[in-house]
Structure formats: structure tokens, C-alpha cells
């Protein structure tokens, strides 16, 4: 039989011969450019990771904004109105104040209508404690500079100093908030206490 080679047995020709050697230095030159490619297509990956990962913390900021932002129109909603409202309860209040004690003995008619002015003021109030809004009668406490505002010191040795001696006008808070501020008489030249440190919300808008 022939020693001539059959379709299909032909040598396979090297890359090397096929195209001719290639050196060390070469070899070496593919290597990095190849290792250049792929660290630049790492990076890319990293950059677009960490800009995804960016987007993604920014939209979970924006909602959890979204939701606080809900939350306080939801709770502080009817702040507005209820300030608007406020001058009727202190009507309410004068209205009570001013009929003396001994007016009402012997006058069966001014004794129920100021009853009726007293129910009147206590359902008020339950209408705003509903909505989340309370009196602050802060008489015996500490003056609180959120919650009061001070019209006048009083010296009274008696009672620490800072100590609410007297409410001219009654205030209110609306959930964790100061709706408006108690209007005060603050003690002075008596003992000092500790000051603790306050940490309020700023009053309601």
C-alpha cells in the first residue's frame, strides 16, 4: 500500500507554523493586553454595580421620605384648624371664670346656664383629645420653653426657680407637638435645680 497519505490524514499544521513563531516577548504582549481587557471590563462591572447599588439606596431614601412626610400630614393635618379653633376654648374658659360663686346662690337660672357652659367646654375638649389634641395647664411644673412662653418672673423663694406659678393662658399640644404655647408666670430667686437636657419637637407650623 501507498505511503501516500489519505484524504483526511494531512498533519495538522501548528499555529506557530501557520503563522509563523512567536516569541516569549510576544507571548507575554497578548497576555497583558488580554489581562488590560478584562481589568477594564471588571471596573465597568464594578462602577455599574456600584451606581445600582447607589440608585437603589436613593429610591429607598426617597421612599421612606415619602412615607415621614405621609405620616406628619396625616398626624399634624388638622393643626391649622385646630389653631383656628383654640379662641373657643378660651372663651369657654372666661366665660366660667367670670361668674362669681355667690352670683349663683339664689339665681337657679344663671346656676344652669353656667352648667351648661361647663358642658360645653368639657365636650369641646373631648372633641379635640379625639384628634389627638390636649390643654397644657402646666401650673407647679417646670417652665418648659417649648411647651410655655413666659410673660413675667416672679421672685418666690418658696418653690425652684423655673417653676410655673401661674398660667395666664392655657396651651395645647397636638400629638408630640406644641400647638400653642402655655402663657406663663415663671418663678425666680429660689433654689436652682438641675438643668436636664430637653430634646422637643419644634412646635407645629
Do not use: W
Not at 77 to 85: M, Q, T, V
Not at 133 to 155: C, K, L, R, S, Y
Amino acid at each position: 500500500m501507498s505511503d501516500e497519505n489519505k484524504p483526511g490524514d494531512e498533519p495538522i499544521e501548528d499555529a506557530a507554523s501557520e503563522h509563523g513563531d512567536v516569541t516569549p516577548e510576544q507571548l507575554k504582549a497578548m497576555v497583558a493586553a488580554l489581562q488590560g481587557e478584562i481589568d477594564n471590563k471588571t471596573a465597568e462591572v464594578a462602577a455599574k454595580q456600584d451606581a445600582y447599588l447607589r440608585a437603589v439606596a436613593e429610591t429607598e431614601n426617597v421612599r421612606r421620605r415619602l412615607e415621614k412626610e405621609k405620616e406628619e400630614t396625616a398626624k399634624y393635618a388638622i393643626s391649622k384648624f385646630a389653631k383656628d379653633i383654640l379662641t373657643v376654648g378660651d372663651n369657654f374658659q372666661r366665660a366660667i371664670a367670670a361668674v362669681p360663686k355667690d352670683a349663683l346662690e339664689g339665681d337657679p337660672a344663671l346656676s344652669a346656664l353656667l352648667d351648661g357652659v361647663v358642658l360645653a367646654e368639657r365636650d369641646y375638649r373631648s372633641a379635640l383629645e379625639r384628634h389627638g389634641i390636649v390643654v397644657d395647664d402646666p401650673v407647679g411644673q417646670p417652665f418648659n420653653p417649648h411647651h410655655h412662653q413666659a410673660v413675667m418672673e416672679q421672685e418666690n423663694p418658696d418653690v425652684p426657680s423655673g417653676t410655673v406659678l401661674q398660667v395666664f393662658q392655657v396651651g395645647y399640644l397636638i400629638e408630640d407637638r406644641c400647638l400653642r404655647p402655655a402663657m406663663v408666670v415663671v418663678s425666680k430667686g429660689g433654689p436652682k435645680v438641675a438643668k436636664q437636657d430637653v430634646n422637643e419637637p419644634p412646635p407645629a407650623a
